[in-house]
């Protein structure tokens, strides 16, 4: 692939695509996702507070499919993770992680826009900052400082283990946790939409510019495109899931020694 | 301003995907904050009460539903109870009606032997009644006849009406103080007294008296 640009002249896709500066430039030039992000945002929350405003107990169309989302956070992942008598005050924070990365992957596949946000890291960062934050809050609100260290280290352990097992266990409590789940959310999209751009311009230049027995393989490229863009729906819905799933394994963690 | 912006773009551009863009980090932090600031404030209180209001209904309902139930149960117990006691009454009835009927049957029984004693009474007394009119008819007749007969045996002595009468009622009171029994063997044998005896009916009844 390195060498094909040399051949070829085909210039393959790289990060740098993905800093697509609109206005000013810098570390605060308003960028193309910014504007998408913002953009989904309002959405999001216009369809939302629409949604919700004339709530029926029979529900129609559009709110049974706003039902059917709010259950999957709130019952599949929510209740039967943390508990029915703790999931309220996460209900919130849980849907609005599941909605914004849902919304925000979709877009790498919808048409115009096509820029999965979380493919720039410092969306997912916000977002691991922010369950970080609620995480050990509720750790220490609930078990304390020193529960919460105590609770790092499971029971019955060796006693020449629990220094290591400590160390270990602080560290994926304060680092590994958000940053795996920042990394994770930022490398699928960046990998996903990496592959889109490279099976979409790969075929255009073979279609375009490769003459004879590349112009034919262009066609089969386009098909894996829109393969592979109907697995990007997939994944989009996958990371969404992953991200409020892994959330709630850690806030239900808070309460796992009550019982 | 302007190098430094041109440095800066390359840098951005070239830099590792996984450097954070402050820009972004920014505005996905004020974007979260408002979706939550949203979620919290409006979404999920409105969505949370409707659905605390669909489980109350359709706890309320399937209350309801219980309740409908448990009355259906009562009122099929209370059929079941009345079915049992119109059961009852009409065996009740029936047996009265049975009892009723037989003592119609005995009722009707004893009235139409007593009608029947009654008849079979009044049928005697009429035979009775008929026989002491023959019997009369007949003593006077005969009475008649014997002193008819005795007159024309005697002679013209006896046509005085006075005497006459006389001897019929002293005849008639010796007959009247015998028995029924003499009376009918006197009526059967008057006739052949007052042809056998034509000494007079005043010697027939005296000789019969005793």
Redesign the interface.
């Known amino acids: 692939m390195i060498a094909l640009p040399a051949s070829a002249g085909f210039t393959p896709p790289s990060?740098?695509d993905?800093?697509q500066?609109l206005i000013g430039?810098?570390?605060?030039?308003?960028?193309r996702?910014?504007v998408v992000?913002?953009l989904?945002?309002a959405a999001?929350?216009l369809v939302?507070?629409l949604a919700?405003?004339k709530?029926?107990?029979v529900p129609s169309r559009g709110q049974w499919a706003?039902?059917g989302v709010?259950g999957l956070v709130r019952n599949s992942v929510g209740r039967d993770i943390i508990g029915a008598a703790r999931v309220?005050p996460y209900?919130?924070?849980l849907?609005?992680i599941f909605?914004?990365v849902l919304v925000n992957n979709l877009m790498g596949i919808t048409p115009v826009v096509q820029y999965p946000t979380f493919?720039?890291?410092?969306?997912p960062?916000?977002?691991a900052i922010?369950v970080w934050l609620v995480y050990i809050a509720a750790h220490v609100r609930h078990n304390g400082v020193g529960g919460t260290l105590k609770h790092l280290v499971p029971p019955g352990l060796p006693f020449a283990a629990v220094p290591v097992v400590f160390v270990l266990e602080l560290l994926t409590f304060l680092v590994i946790r958000p940053l795996t789940l920042a990394?994770r959310l930022?490398g699928n999209m960046?990998a996903g939409h990496m592959l889109l751009l490279l099976f979409a311009l790969g075929g255009e230049y073979m279609l375009l510019h490769g003459g004879f027995p590349l112009n034919v393989v262009a066609l089969p490229t386009f098909l894996i495109y829109f393969f592979l863009t109907a697995f990007e729906i997939l994944i989009s819905f996958l990371q969404a899931y992953v991200f409020v799933l892994l959330t709630s394994l850690y806030i239900a963690e808070v309460y796992a020694g009550d019982h | 301003m302007t190098p430094v912006l041109a440095a800066e773009e390359g840098f951005w551009a070239t830099a590792y995907p996984v450097l954070p863009h402050p820009g972004e980090l920014l505005i996905g932090t004020i974007c979260f904050a408002v979706l939550l600031f949203v979620a919290y404030r409006t979404v999920v209180p409105r969505l949370e009460t409707m659905l605390a209001q669909r489980q109350a209904a359709i706890q309320g309902g399937m209350e309801k539903a219980e309740k409908a139930q448990a009355e259906a149960e009562a009122a099929l117990e209370e059929y079941r109870a009345q079915l049992a006691d119109a059961r009852a009454e009409a065996a009740r009835i029936r047996e009265e009606a049975r009892s009723e009927g037989a003592k119609i049957i005995a009722e009707m029984r004893d009235r139409a032997s007593s009608e029947a004693e009654r008849i079979t009474e009044s049928a005697g007394r009429q035979v009775e009644a008929e026989r002491l009119a023959a019997v009369t008819s007949l003593r006077t007749e005969l009475g008649g006849l014997a002193t008819q007969l005795a007159g024309r045996i005697v002679g013209e002595a006896l046509t005085d009406s006075a005497r006459q009468s006389r001897i019929v009622e002293r005849f008639l009171t010796e007959l009247e103080q015998s028995s029924p029994e003499d009376v009918r063997a006197s009526a059967t044998t008057v006739e052949p007294t007052t042809s056998a005896a034509p000494a007079g009916p005043s010697s027939g009844g005296a000789h019969r008296v005793p």
């Not at chain 1, 493919?119 to 969306?123: A, K, L, T, V, Y």
């Open positions: 990060p740098a993905f800093w500066p430039d810098g570390a605060f030039a308003v960028t996702p910014m992000m913002v989904t945002t999001i929350c939302l507070v919700t405003k709530l029926s107990l706003l039902e709010y309220r209900i919130g924070f849907f609005a909605t914004l493919s720039r890291i410092g969306f960062i916000v977002l922010a990394l930022f960046f």
